[in-house]
Nanobody, 121 residues
Framework: QVHLVESGGGLVQAGGSLRLSCAASGRTKTMGWFRQAPGKEREFVAAITWTGSITNFADSVKGRFTISRDNNKNTVFLLMNSLKPEDTAVYYC?????????????????WGQGTQVTVSS
C-alpha cells in the first residue's frame, strides 16, 4: 500500500504558475497526474517513469507543464506554467506498480485525495 498526498494547489490568475507536489509513503514506479474539472470526467495530465527518462503529457498541457521527481524524497512534481482558466480542476497524483508509463486510469493502483487548482481569468 502506498499513500499519496498532493499539495501546492491554490488560486492563480491566468498566465501564472503553480507547482504541485505529491509525496509518497514509499518507493514508487511510474507516477501520473490526472485532473477532474467540475462536471467532467477525470483525465490524464502527465506521467513519468521511475528514472525520469520517459515522460508523457496530454496534448492540452504540452509545452506548458513539466513533470519531475525526486526519488530520494519519494516526491513527484508538476510544474504548471501559462495556466489557463480551463486548467481549473482537482489534480490527483497516482502510482503505478508495474513501471509502465500509461495515460489510462485503470493502470494506476494508488491515488491521492487531490488538490484544487483554480485559474481565474
Amino acid at each position: 500500500q502506498v499513500h499519496l498526498v498532493e499539495s501546492g494547489g491554490g488560486l492563480v490568475q491566468a498566465g501564472g504558475s503553480l507547482r504541485l507536489s505529491c509525496a509518497a509513503s514509499g518507493r514508487t514506479k511510474t507516477m501520473g497526474w490526472f485532473r477532474q474539472a467540475p462536471g467532467k470526467e477525470r483525465e490524464f495530465v502527465a506521467a513519468i517513469t521511475w528514472t525520469g527518462s520517459i515522460t508523457n503529457f496530454a496534448d492540452s498541457v504540452k509545452g506548458r507543464f513539466t513533470i519531475s521527481r525526486d526519488n530520494n524524497k519519494n516526491t513527484v512534481f508538476l510544474l504548471m506554467n501559462s495556466l489557463k482558466p480551463e486548467d481549473t480542476a482537482v489534480y490527483y497524483c497516482a502510482s503505478e506498480i508495474l513501471g509502465v508509463i500509461s495515460k489510462f486510469q485503470k493502470d494506476y493502483n494508488y491515488w491521492g485525495q487531490g488538490t484544487q487548482v483554480t485559474v481565474s481569468s
